[in-house]
């Protein structure tokens, strides 16, 4: 959805109709329900990755990853030697408390 609402937005279109599978309309979006839940700034995004997913596990060393998003899709920089990307982080232990405490 966030895809159709770049589209939407850049088109100056301002409702599109819904089909089933059976090409029966089921409905009418209009480009500000699209915009209102997906459309936000890339900056913002790249901030709240900043801010939300990399300083809670790396605290200081978050800034030494590279955050780029434009339209919406994050970018990771290339970087020689990468093979594959998980897009989820995991950990055995928190072990955030201690590192914020000193004491690791």
Do not use: C, F, W
């Not at 939407?8 to 599109?16: H, L, N, P, S, Y």
């Amino acid at each position: 959805m966030g895809t159709a609402a770049r589209h939407m937005d850049r088109a100056e279109v301002k409702r599109q109709p819904v089909v089933d599978g059976n090409g029966r309309l089921v409905g009418i979006v209009t480009r500000a329900d699209l915009l209102r839940a997906h459309l936000r700034p890339d900056t913002e995004i790249a901030s709240d990755i900043r801010t939300g997913v990399l300083s809670p596990y790396l605290l200081d060393d978050a800034e030494t990853v590279e955050v780029s998003v434009v339209d919406g899709t994050v970018i990771v920089r290339p970087v020689s030697g990468v093979v594959d990307v998980i897009s989820t982080i995991e950990y055995g232990y928190d072990d955030s408390a201690q590192l914020r405490a000193g004491t690791t």
